[in-house]
């Protein structure tokens, strides 16, 4: 099949005010967000944070019919409250939802199915809730890579000359490195992993045309990052109902392609619109909690330690009693005996070692047990995807 590529970034900022290019980018979304839910009912997964309260407010002033929910983690952060709070302002209904510890066993073989193994498979939370989520009625809006248009693409200062070094530190997980380097050598590939994906960073970037640093990160980012990760698990949505991305839009990448870098960074554009509802931006923003879009420049000492101290002692106590803190979902899914066991089971597997020798399997499942769970949970991860990719995919398997 022919492949040909149908848009290039660029970068053309336009010589306008703040104001003039906030007041084009409501205009453009409402109008995507206007087409996309005309005549449709819109289900709206809502977050703590920006993209998808952006969402809400367009859809709000829309008048759209709405059924929104969120998710959280068993015995984790309740963020559902915080997405309860915006749907209650917006008037949708409202459905929280739990990930629930060791669901990942009962669906694995059909996330694998979906997402054809480009993509680990602890991620996707949405796979949880996917029977409830095939209840609702409509069509989805997904704020899907929100967060990467109206951001910086990388941080002040950065040079031409640092932004494959920044670029390796965000893409590539230590231990995962590890994994990747001991695997090319033991599969006999010539060089290292490391030159070989360094050498596709840089083939990726000569190939936009863009000075800008923050806009070129940007850029690569979209174009490389989007469809290895985040489209990936867009099956799973659409195995439920049929999906819209009102960021993904043609005319939204166009558009991020002429605004000023000082305008995108910070998420400036999304805070100035959501201030145009004063309760929706007086919401807590998760990502600064237990601040919000007005006084989230106090996220620091020594406006933030009583908040800090509180947070802490809880998640100790609880800990006291044995209600460990999620924060990740492998948490949930490799942690405690039943899930050890079935994790073991695919890791331990001969269609796995057909693949990975089993002695590397051993050496990096006993780092995760014995060493650093957190940091080898994403190699325990990745063999856990190859074991499915094994099982499903790869017809060269004995």
């Known amino acids: 099949m022919d492949k040909n590529q149908y848009f290039k970034w660029y970068y053309e900022p336009k010589k306008a005010s703040f104001d003039e290019i906030l007041e084009d980018y409501i205009e453009l979304l409402t109008k995507i967000m206007s087409e996309q839910s005309q005549g449709r009912q819109i289900i709206l997964p809502l977050s703590g944070g920006l993209d998808s309260r952006s969402q809400a407010k367009v859809l709000k002033d829309l008048g759209a019919n709405v059924q929104s929910y969120s998710y959280e983690f068993k015995d984790g952060y309740p963020e559902t409250k915080i997405a309860e709070k915006i749907a209650q302002n917006c008037g949708f209904e409202f459905t929280a939802l739990k990930i629930?510890?060791?669901?990942?066993?009962?669906?694995?073989?059909?996330?694998?199915?979906?997402?054809?193994?480009?993509?680990?498979?602890?991620?996707?939370?949405?796979?949880?809730?996917?029977?409830?989520?095939?209840?609702?009625?409509?069509?989805?809006?997904?704020?899907?890579?929100?967060?990467?248009?109206?951001?910086?693409?990388?941080?002040?200062?950065?040079?031409?000359?640092?932004?494959?070094?920044?670029?390796?530190?965000?893409?590539?997980?230590?231990?995962?490195?590890?994994?990747?380097?001991?695997?090319?050598?033991?599969?006999?590939?010539?060089?290292?992993?490391?030159?070989?994906?360094?050498?596709?960073?840089?083939?990726?970037?000569?190939?936009?045309?863009?000075?800008?640093?923050?806009?070129?990160?940007?850029?690569?980012?979209?174009?490389?990052?989007?469809?290895?990760?985040?489209?990936?698990?867009?099956?799973v949505f659409e195995a439920a109902h049929p999906i819209t991305l009102p960021y993904y839009d043609d005319r939204m990448c166009r558009f991020i392609c002429t605004i000023p870098e000082s305008y995108l960074a910070d998420r400036k554009l999304q805070i100035a619109h959501l201030r145009q509802d004063k309760v929706l931006s007086n919401i807590t923003w998760q990502a600064q909690r237990p601040f919000n879009l007005n006084n989230y420049s106090f996220n620091r000492p020594p406006y933030n330690l009583p908040y800090r101290f509180v947070n802490k002692l809880q998640r100790e106590t609880n800990q006291m009693f044995g209600r460990h803190y999620v924060q990740r979902n492998w948490e949930l899914q490799f942690l405690g005996d039943t899930n050890d066991q079935k994790l073991r089971g695919f890791l331990f597997s001969q269609e796995l070692n057909e693949l990975i020798p089993e002695n590397i399997v051993r050496e990096f499942y006993d780092k995760f047990t014995n060493l650093d769970r957190v940091k080898y949970s994403h190699p325990i991860s990745m063999m856990l995807t190859l074991a499915l990719w094994q099982k499903h995919f790869n017809n060269f398997s004995s």
Request: hydrophobic letters at 45%; one cysteine or more; proline letters at 4%.
């Open 100 to 235: 629930p510890k060791g669901y990942l066993w009962n669906k694995i073989d059909d996330i694998a199915k979906l997402n054809g193994c480009f993509s680990e498979f602890t991620h996707p939370r949405q796979m949880a809730v996917l029977e409830q989520l095939k209840q609702f009625n409509g069509v989805f809006s997904l704020g899907h890579w929100g967060d990467v248009f109206f951001d910086r693409g990388a941080p002040e200062g950065i040079g031409h000359a640092d932004i494959v070094p920044m670029l390796l530190k965000k893409m590539v997980k230590p231990k995962g490195m590890e994994l990747a380097s001991i695997l090319w050598n033991t599969w006999g590939l010539d060089g290292t992993f490391s030159d070989f994906l360094i050498s596709r960073i840089e083939a990726a970037l000569a190939n936009i045309a863009i000075d800008n640093v923050s806009a070129k990160v940007r850029a690569f980012k979209t174009s490389q990052w989007a469809h290895r990760w985040t489209t990936t698990n867009l099956s």
